[in-house]
């Protein structure tokens, strides 16, 4: 049967694959939009058995917030390919999933999964993508932060975001955006020392003690002694890697800490997220 440029254009609205998927979909299903989506979604399905072994290590990685700024999303969508990464139409799909849970706030990646983009769940636009583009698809990560300010920012060519949660509502918003281009620049482990993971101080200890038996400069010392500066290596670790102790990157006489104090002496940082892909 002949299948009218309307007809296509309802299923590509349905299902965001492409022209011509939509257009041999619906010829193969005699015009029927439901058999025509079951198609598309199992090609989709075909590919991505097909790839499932491949490496999707390319993507796109976005942060947004609220327009009161008190809640914030990141998310990352990956495919197998640069050149797929930076499609406008791949980047437009990727933001659409953004916005919708931005929009929704579900509750994990599961639940942001079987929310309904259009006329499909999610998970069944991403495996559409996959039947459109031939490539493996998936939506691997979905992170929030709610606070009483968060700021979102996304490095140039959305292969790096940010999202960091205050205590405080800011005064100025260049504060919030320094803050999380430090993050983005200095990529810290926690927000303070006190919060750094107990297996990441154990493994660092461990480096730092290992380290300052094998220094030619401490043969012979005491293991009070030895222990004593592995102490400073995991003092200064702490400095280097935890983001209020960390030189400021626009003003290096300045700990984060203290730059958000020059401006409110309560101010701080309760929760960031840091993404990127090809680290």
């Not at 104090?261 to 680290?279: E, G, P």
């Amino acid at each position: 049967m002949a299948i009218t440029a309307a007809e296509v254009n309802k299923l590509r609205q349905m299902t965001g694959a492409g022209m011509m998927d939509c257009k041999k979909a619906l010829e193969e299903a005699n015009g029927d939009y439901e058999k025509a989506s079951e198609i598309i979604r199992k090609k989709g399905q075909l590919v991505a058995a097909k790839r499932a072994d491949r490496e999707a290590t390319e993507g796109v990685v976005l942060s947004s917030v609220t327009a009161d700024s008190t809640f914030g999303v990141l998310t990352v969508v990956c495919c197998e390919t640069d050149f797929v990464a930076k499609n406008d139409n791949f980047v437009k799909f990727a933001t659409s999933i953004n916005s919708l849970a931005l929009a929704q706030k579900p509750s994990d990646l599961d639940a942001l999964k079987l929310l309904k983009l259009d006329s499909l769940t999610v998970g069944e636009a991403v495996l559409g993508q996959v039947g459109m583009i031939g490539e493996k698809i998936d939506l691997i990560k979905y992170d929030t932060i709610e606070a009483a300010h968060v700021i979102a920012y996304i490095h140039p060519g959305n292969k790096l975001a940010t999202l960091v949660g205050f205590n405080k509502k800011l005064s100025d918003i260049q504060i919030g955006k320094d803050v999380a281009m430090q993050i983005a620049a200095m990529s810290p482990v926690a927000v303070d020392k006190d919060v750094v993971p107990a297996e990441v101080v154990a493994k660092e200890k461990e480096i730092a003690l290992e380290q300052t038996r094998l220094d030619k400069k401490n043969e012979g010392k005491p293991a009070n002694i030895l222990e004593k500066i592995a102490e400073g290596k995991l003092e200064k670790f702490f400095k280097e890697n935890t983001l209020l102790n960390q030189e400021f990157i626009k003003d290096s006489k300045l700990t984060v800490g203290a730059y958000l104090k020059s401006f409110d002496k309560d101010l701080t940082v309760t929760k960031f997220i840091r993404y990127t892909l090809n680290a």
